[in-house]
């Protein structure tokens, strides 16, 4: 069981960057395809950016596809989010996921419930 740790959320102003980290711990990193989620209060979870174990499928959401740019370093078992043009809409809890994969899946799984093991969350605030 792989455990993931988000680091890099805060406050930003409308049209600024941040970038998400994830780091994993208690698996075989490169046997994971890897997803970034996200949730505001009142609402469900939400798909935002996934990644294949190796790094060669990447996969957005519509609503953040040009601003947003997921990347893994297997090295150092860490996914990451680089958000730029952020919006006031892009204000929620970003959570990292794994899901355990097979030599040859190479794909990127959308599906919250696709994912076997979530992070706590880091809070991304974007002010107007």
């Known amino acids: 069981q792989v455990q993931l740790v988000e680091s890099g959320g805060g406050l930003v102003q409308a049209g600024g960057s941040l970038r998400l980290s994830c780091a994993a711990s208690?698996?075989?990193?490169?046997?994971?395809?890897m997803g970034w989620f996200r949730q505001a209060p009142g609402k469900e979870r939400v798909f935002v950016s996934g990644i294949s174990r190796a790094g060669s499928r990447r996969y957005y959401s519509d609503s953040v596809k040009g601003r947003f740019t997921i990347s893994r370093d297997n090295a150092k078992n860490t996914v990451y989010l680089l958000m730029n043009s952020l919006k006031p809409e892009d204000t929620a809890n970003y959570y990292c996921?794994?899901?355990?994969?097979?030599?040859?899946?190479?794909?990127?799984?959308?599906?919250?419930?696709?994912?076997?093991?979530w992070g706590q969350g880091t809070q991304v605030t974007v002010s107007s």
């Open positions: 208690g698996g075989t990193f490169s046997t994971y395809a």
């Open positions: 996921a794994a899901r355990s994969t097979s030599y040859t899946d190479d794909y990127v799984y959308t599906g919250a419930k696709e994912y076997e093991n």
